[in-house]
């Protein structure tokens, strides 16, 4: 029986090679090629070019008025050259490296041509000849390869749709599509491929966005559901006398906003429930000692703990903060990195394994195969956001019932949220410890480094040390290396012998880069000319500038998680953004941050300024993948669909409600998110 999971290799045309292009392209069933949409439209409706604008591409009809002629530049180069008359105009219309166009024209012909006009020169430049049956229709763009082409893929949704559009039954169930006037799935499909016109694809999209969200937001639901199912083992049972006891030997007071997400926290370990808690916190909002407080809470329970950090620096700086946190506590730690070497290796083992050991503080070696725990019964991940979702999984997997708590300084906006970390509940330090002093942050053009240099020998006179972060020009690490040294090189020149500069870049291994560190926590440097591999936190009291070179290059919410690097210490902190913003938008940016300490109205700001990939990070694995929602441009389609997810879901027989049957049905088959 045919069935939407039917791979695509059943189709007419399609072979072995074809089969290996279609799944490059992510398309492995039918269901798959049929929600595989365009990324465009061209509009072959024939035009008027005394309305086009400059550079639009247009579709135009007229009649050639000399014969063609093609030019070769050197061997693959070519330009096919002729002109047409429209009404009483004469056009000039070129084809590039398509000689064999030559044959489909001569002169005295009718001939209609998709390109860009161009204006001032009275030319098309064209893309496609049309015939009269392909013009006056608006033709999907599909995202093609090597293997597959975009003619190729356009004949398959055809067969495939044609064959198959009996069964593109109705998922989202009717009375939602009611509510919101969405289409069929089936009309959905046709109108994206085919579309009559432009507005009715925009309609048909508008349906896709919504189920795409709807599905992915019933999904988190019942994730949710399975996660809150009971399970006595994960109950947390703690002593609140250990906890007091701990409370009265910190050096500070906890704030109101530590106090209460704790509260949250405990509330949560103690039901027998796991927990899947995330912990939001701008940087130096403390944290580290919220986690303290819920893996004494696993500990005193007689239950095991894991702290699990990205960095091997990180790791070290938490197991030390944690021994002395813990002083008379009965707290035994141990610290398991890439670098621990393979004799404590395998001393540590078995006392992992047989619980004598209770906090395990680590990277991602914690969650190696050879790592067996006795009860973990609180798994903790500092800096989420720099792990993958499987990572994260990996390490709760250690143990049976493991409660989790997932920390982070990356500031969401709420809006955002569901699609970060739909299935987890949020708790948030919106408040920093008081007595604090802000950074103080300046921007100032690139014309005035000097004077920005000079700020910086008086600050490592008075013996304060100095981060120059280095421009992200792309996405490339290598490209960023280079612009690392050569800095590196400057600043040499500029304080050596004085004062010695160090490096860092991604480049550099893990252990180059946390001697590197290290030795500037020991101020053995006492400037850091460093690439973003900074941005997590690790704490050197004594720096006390960060100098961030075109500063309009970064998100905003990652010059607030660099800046965060300095205002560890007592002293006066500074940030100083060095950017030539070509735009009135990249002016403002740099204002917000020089104006503004708080990461959530950044995050916002963001936002608005330009777009959600700044906040979570190109780089950032984590975030689901869309296929054509966008969790920032169509955020209330978004708001609607999680709503609405969640009314359904919290009627307990809503999978056997006759209009959700298909839905149930799809979710039955397609339970897993996917990530990216
Ligand atoms: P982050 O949330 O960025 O991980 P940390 O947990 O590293 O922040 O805390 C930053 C600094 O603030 C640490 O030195 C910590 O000891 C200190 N700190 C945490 N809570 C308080 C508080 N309530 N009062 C004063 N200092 C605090
Ligand atoms: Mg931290």
């Not at 509009?43 to 591409?57: H, N, R, V, W, Y």
């Not at 929602?629 to 006759?658: F, H, S, Y």
Request: charged share 20%.
């Amino acid at each position: 029986m045919a069935s939407l999971t039917d791979s695509v290799g059943v189709l007419k045309g399609v072979g072995q090679k074809r089969l290996v292009g279609l799944n490059k392209l992510g398309i492995n069933t039918i269901n798959d090629l049929l929600t595989y949409y365009p990324r465009r439209y061209d509009d072959l409706s024939i035009k008027d070019l005394a309305t086009a604008a400059d550079g639009q591409k247009v579709t135009v009809k007229g009649i050639i008025i000399a014969e063609p002629t093609v030019t070769f530049f050197g061997r693959k180069r070519s330009r096919l050259v002729f002109r047409i008359k429209i009404a009483d105009n004469i056009y000039t219309v070129s084809f590039f490296n398509q000689p064999w166009l030559k044959k489909e024209v001569s002169a005295n012909d009718e001939v209609i041509v998709f390109g860009t006009y161009n204006q001032a020169r009275n030319t098309v430049q064209g893309m496609k000849i049309l015939t009269a049956q392909t013009a006056n229709s608006f033709d999907s763009i599909y995202p093609a390869n090597k293997e597959v082409k975009q003619a190729t893929i356009k004949q398959l949704i055809k067969l495939a749709f044609d064959a198959y559009q009996p069964l593109l039954v109705d998922i989202v169930p009717a009375s939602l599509r009611r509510r919101y006037r969405l289409e069929s799935f089936h009309d959905t499909i046709k109108n994206i491929h085919f579309p009559e016109s432009p507005k009715a694809a925009q309609r048909a999209f508008r349906t896709a966005k919504f189920m795409e969200f709807f599905l992915f937001a019933m999904k988190v639901q019942i994730l949710k559901g399975a996660h809150r199912k009971t399970d006595p083992a994960a109950q947390i049972d703690y002593d609140p006398k250990v906890l007091d006891k701990f409370n009265a030997q910190l050096p500070f007071k906890l704030t109101s906003a530590q106090t209460k997400v704790v509260r949250e926290i405990l509330a949560d370990l103690k039901r027998p429930i796991q927990m899947n808690r995330l912990l939001q916190g701008d940087v130096g909002s403390g944290k580290t000692v919220v986690a303290a407080i819920a893996i004494l809470a696993a500990i005193s329970a007689h239950k095991q703990a894991a702290i699990m950090a990205p960095t091997e620096i990180l790791a070290e700086q938490h197991a030390n903060s944690f021994a002395s946190m813990f002083a008379g506590l009965n707290v035994n730690i141990v610290l398991l990195t890439g670098a621990t070497s393979a004799a404590a290796r395998r001393s540590m083992l078995p006392r992992i394994a047989d619980g004598e050991v209770n906090l395990i503080v680590g990277t991602h070696a914690l969650f190696q195969d050879d790592v067996h725990y006795a009860n973990l019964g609180l798994a903790v991940i500092d800096e989420q956001h720099r792990f993958g979702v499987n990572q994260r999984q990996a390490l709760r997997q250690k143990g049976t019932s493991t409660n989790m708590l997932a920390m982070t300084a990356t500031p969401i906006p709420r809006t955002l949220a569901i699609t970060m970390y739909g299935d987890m509940d949020v708790s948030v330090i919106d408040q920093l410890p008081t007595g604090r002093k802000p950074i103080k942050t300046t921007w100032i053009q690139s014309a005035k480094t000097d004077s920005a240099i000079g700020f910086v020998k008086k600050q490592l006179r008075q013996g304060n040390q100095v981060y120059v972060v280095t421009p992200l020009i792309e996405e490339s690490e290598a490209v960023d290396m280079k612009n690392a040294v050569a800095i590196f090189e400057r600043f040499r020149a500029i304080f050596e012998p004085d004062y010695k500069v160090g490096l860092l870049h991604g480049r550099m291994s893990n252990q180059e880069k946390d001697d590197a560190m290290v030795a500037f926590k020991n101020n053995q440097f006492q400037v850091m000319v460093a690439t973003t591999v900074i941005e997590v936190g690790v704490d050197v009291a004594n720096a006390n500038t960060m100098l961030i070179f075109d500063a309009d290059h970064f998100g905003l919410a990652q010059l607030h998680q660099l800046r965060g690097r300095v205002g560890r210490g007592s002293t006066q902190s500074y940030c100083i953004l060095i950017a030539d913003p070509k735009n009135e938008i990249g002016k403002q940016r740099m204002k917000a941050v020089a104006s503004s300490t708080n990461g959530f109205f950044l995050s916002q700001k963001d936002l608005e300024l330009r777009g959600q990939g700044d906040i979570t990070g190109a780089k950032q694995s984590g975030m689901p993948d869309f296929k054509v929602a966008d969790p920032v441009g169509d955020l209330n389609i978004l708001t609607v669909a999680n709503e609405e997810a969640q009314n359904i879901t919290a009627e307990k027989d809503w999978k056997t409600k006759p209009e959700n049957v298909q839905l149930a049905k799809y979710l039955q088959m397609n339970q897993t998110i996917n990530y990216h």
